[in-house]
């Protein structure tokens, strides 16, 4: 079992920047694949980072450039730089982790944090 706790979401400006972080423990995390998906009020979870466990990155179009995912596998901790924030990106944040599957579809993820709420204003 894989347990992951959010933290770092809060009020943010358009244009600032916030640090998501999301520490795993239970098993050694360096073995599994990591996502962020937000999930904005009467809309559906998406996809917008993930990182293999080997490092290898993936973003969605509308945060490319803009945001930025990374793990520090000796703390067991994924993170998510978000900057040039914009209205549009506020959501609960959630972190997924899964041990075979990468990608954009939030079923290929078994374990899940509570969410970190992002408010980003105008």
């Known amino acids: 079992q894989v347990q992951l706790v959010e933290s770092g979401g809060g009020l943010g400006r358009a244009g600032g920047s916030l640090n998501l972080s999301c520490p795993a423990s239970?098993?050694?995390?360096?073995?599994?694949?990591m996502g962020w998906f937000p999930q904005a009020p009467g809309k559906e979870r998406e996809f917008v980072a993930g990182?293999?466990?080997?490092?290898?990155?993936d973003y969605v179009d509308s945060v490319q450039g803009r945001f930025t995912i990374s793990r520090d596998n000796a703390k067991n901790t994924v993170y998510l730089q978000m900057n040039s924030l914009k209205p549009e990106d506020t959501a609960v944040y959630y972190c997924?982790?899964?041990?075979?599957?990468?990608?954009?579809?939030?079923?290929?993820?078994?374990?899940w944090g509570q969410g970190t709420q992002v408010t980003v204003s105008s």
């Open positions: 990182i293999s466990w080997t490092s290898t990155t």
């Open positions: 997924a982790a899964d041990r075979f599957h990468t990608g954009p579809d939030h079923l290929d993820y078994d374990y």
């Open positions: 239970g098993v050694a995390s360096s073995i599994y694949n």
